[in-house]
Antibody
Framework: EVQLVESGGGLIQPGGSLRLSCAAS????????MSWVRQAPGKGLEWVSL???????YYADSVKGRFAISRDNSKNTLFLQMNSLRADDTAVYYC?????????????WGQGTTVTVSS | SYELTQPPSVSVSPGQTARITCSGD??????AYWYQQKSGQAPVLVIY???ERPSGIPERFSGSRSGTMATLTISGAQVEDEADYYC???????????FGGGTKLTVL
């Protein structure tokens, strides 16, 4: 079964760091395009970052320079390193697979992990 | 930064046709995608590359694009189609992805 499971969320003080993980099963992360998407409480979806199968990475302006997307091929896991966290980073964070056969639409999503930035 | 604009809400009666629009300056050259999100759940891809439907998505869901506007059409909307719908696309560089603000569809 194709599945994504996020972990690593929690309560963190402003200025702190957190690393989110997204464990994949049923497909290979390193052969796929992968994205992180977040949703602040009561708000809409916001694209955060993506990594191509070749390793190129891209970020939303709101997180550029603070967040870093990466993957561990041996663990078939995607990561999001979040530094210099701010209150407006509070959100549910989803990882998603971007399927080539669906025009790189995001066809598999995790259940989300909650990040709360507060003192 | 690039933006996609959607109406905040659309309301129809069961069996009617619901149309949700999405406007963006790059849409003449970039595909639109549509996601459905029900309360407390992860999003689901319902349309990709403007008008293609993934397997398992009901035929009543269709998409189109003309100029700077993309449209999601739900023909014969059902109560179970009540959800938030988000369009998604890229900017002209192709590297910045963006979601529209979302449209709450009410079917009652």
């Amino acid at each position: 079964e194709v599945q994504l499971v996020e972990s690593g969320g929690g309560l963190i003080q402003p200025g702190g760091s957190l690393r989110l993980s997204c464990a994949a099963s049923g497909f290979t992360v390193s052969s796929s395009y992968m994205s992180w998407v977040r949703q602040a409480p009561g708000k809409g979806l916001e694209w955060v970052s993506l990594i191509y199968s070749g390793g190129s990475t891209y970020y939303a302006d709101s997180v550029k320079g603070r967040f870093a997307i990466s993957r561990d091929n041996s663990k078939n896991t995607l990561f999001l390193q979040m530094n210099s966290l701010r209150a407006d980073d509070t959100a549910v964070y989803y990882c998603a697979r971007m399927e080539q056969q669906l025009g790189f639409g995001m066809d598999v999503w995790g259940q989300g992990t909650t990040v709360t930035v507060s003192s | 930064s690039y933006e996609l604009t959607q109406p905040p809400s659309v309301s129809v009666s069961p069996g009617q046709t619901a149309r949700i629009t999405c406007s963006g300056d790059a849409l003449p050259k970039k595909y639109a995608y549509w996601y459905q999100q029900k309360s407390g759940q992860a999003p689901v891809l319902v349309i990709y590359e403007d008008s293609e439907r993934p397997s398992g998505i009901p035929e009543r869901f269709s998409g189109s694009r003309s100029g700077t506007m993309a449209t999601l059409t739900i023909s014969g909307a059902q109560v179970e189609d009540e959800a938030d719908y988000y369009c998604y696309s890229t900017d002209n560089s192709g590297n910045q992805r963006v979601f529209g603000g979302g449209t709450k569809l009410t079917v009652l």
